[in-house]
């Protein structure tokens, strides 16, 4: 079956739920907590910034990922908050990279200048993959690692 990665849409709500709610399950991989329903990603999609980036990867009508950039308040207007979730059940598979190469582009056109990833160091796949994506390590707050990555090629 084909893998595509696209721009998410509300509809793909229900599957993003599906992702990300083992995940929180499972402890220690990322700072989200309680459960998660479609309408968790409601404010994604009903009122979305002009510069959020949110794409999926599917195969055969089944979400296995997704990755977004939005504004986050802690941090410059030109720095987006970077997250990427992949099903438990799909990892290895080059998902979280392909979600990358989609989402880099689509930062760049939004106007982002850098990117930022907020890791727990309780999860070190999701350390790999970033720094495996180009970001270095930029400190740490409230025990959690912070990963950043230039965005335009000038500060790539």
């Known amino acids: 079956m084909a893998i595509e990665t696209r721009m998410a849409r509300a509809e793909d709500a229900a599957g993003m739920a599906d992702v990300l709610g083992p995940i929180i399950e499972a402890g220690g991989l990322t700072a989200m907590e309680g459960p998660v329903h479609a309408s968790t990603f409601d404010v994604l999609f009903e009122a ?15 979400i296995l990922g997704f990755q977004w950039v939005e504004p986050h308040p802690d941090l410059p207007h030109d720095v987006g908050d970077m997250a990427t979730f992949v099903s438990l059940d799909q990892g290895r598979r080059g998902l979280g990279a392909r979600l990358f190469a989609a ?54």
């Open 48 to 62: 979305p910034d002009p510069r959020l980036v949110l794409h999926v990867i599917e195969e055969a009508g089944r």
């Open 103 to 156: 989402s880099l582009p689509a930062a760049r056109a939004a106007g982002w200048r850098r990117l930022n990833a907020v890791v727990r160091p309780s999860n070190p796949g999701a350390l790999s993959y970033y720094r495996a994506m180009g970001f270095c390590e930029a400190g740490e707050i409230e025990g959690r690692r912070i990963l950043r990555r230039g965005v335009q090629p000038s500060a790539a």
